[in-house]
């Protein structure tokens, strides 16, 4: 059963914004961290952002550093990725992703969350 659920993905032009969300209401645990993560065709999934679901703190991959914010609402159980800015490079089909147990550093691996929602497509036009 899919615990995290994506949505608010689409077409857009470049420059445009756009914000996804994603509902953790499903989750059998309170995560330690949710993160983000983006596939693009014949590309390796790869971090785009993440947030320690406690202290609010953030972490991003450097291609999107301040062109995009990730936060959380504990009380709707739900994280956003909110990006500015859009070029044709960010054009993926993106993924949330939650882990359960904390961790020395930030969790940035694809490997080391637990719990992932079925992704939702953005395409960036030029």
């Known amino acids: 059963q899919v615990q995290l659920v994506e949505s608010g993905g689409g077409l857009v032009q470049t420059g445009d914004s756009l914000t996804l969300s994603c509902t953790t209401s499903r989750l059998t645990f309170t995560p330690y961290a949710g993160a983000w993560f983006r596939q693009a065709p014949g590309q390796q999934r790869e971090f785009v952002g993440g947030?320690?679901?406690?202290?609010?703190?953030?972490n991003y991959a450097d291609s999107v550093k301040g062109r995009f914010t990730v936060t959380r609402d504990k009380v709707k159980k739900t994280a956003y990725l909110q990006m500015i800015n859009l070029k044709p490079e960010d054009t993926a089909v993106y993924y949330c992703?939650?882990?359960?147990?904390?961790?020395?550093?930030?969790?940035?691996?694809?490997?080391?969350?637990?719990?992932w929602g079925q992704g939702t497509q953005v395409t960036v036009s030029s």
């Open positions: 992703a939650a882990r359960r147990s904390s961790s020395t550093s930030f969790p940035k691996s694809a490997g080391v969350f637990d719990s």
């Open positions: 947030i320690l679901w406690n202290s609010g703190a953030t």
